[in-house]
């Protein structure tokens, strides 16, 4: 089992950045994929989900600010984030939707922090 997100980093409010996740075919397959937040202290949420058809859907406190795709050719999914706020600072990961609960099925993560 294979998930690797990347892309995350340290920025200003307003400013953009771009989640990527390579994920196992076991995994990524047929399944509805999503990308998921912790933030400090927090729990662990949804912040958008893509199906294998394409049709999207969205946390509420996303608001039209982020994007996400999915490329099936690679296994990838990407997470476009524009006009960041500083309670968007969080870990993000990529599962499917409903998540695998088997930590093994989680990655690392990727620490996104944005600045005020």
């Known amino acids: 089992v294979q998930v690797a997100e990347s892309g995350g980093g340290l920025v200003q409010v307003g400013e953009s950045l771009t989640l990527s996740c390579v994920v196992s075919?076991?995994?990524?397959?047929?399944?509805?994929m999503a990308w998921w937040r912790e933030p400090p202290g927090g729990q662990r949420v949804l912040v958008a989900a893509v199906t294998k058809s394409g049709t999207s859907r969205y946390g509420d406190f996303v608001k039209g600010r982020f994007t996400i795709f999915r490329d099936d050719s690679k296994n990838t999914l990407t997470l476009q984030m524009n006009n960041l706020r500083p309670d968007d600072t969080a870990v993000y990961y990529c599962?499917?939707?409903?998540?695998?609960?088997?930590?093994?099925?989680w990655g690392e993560g990727t620490q996104v922090t944005v600045s005020s």
């Open positions: 075919e076991s995994i990524f397959g047929t399944n509805t």
């Open positions: 599962n499917a939707d409903p998540p695998y609960l088997n930590p093994d099925y």
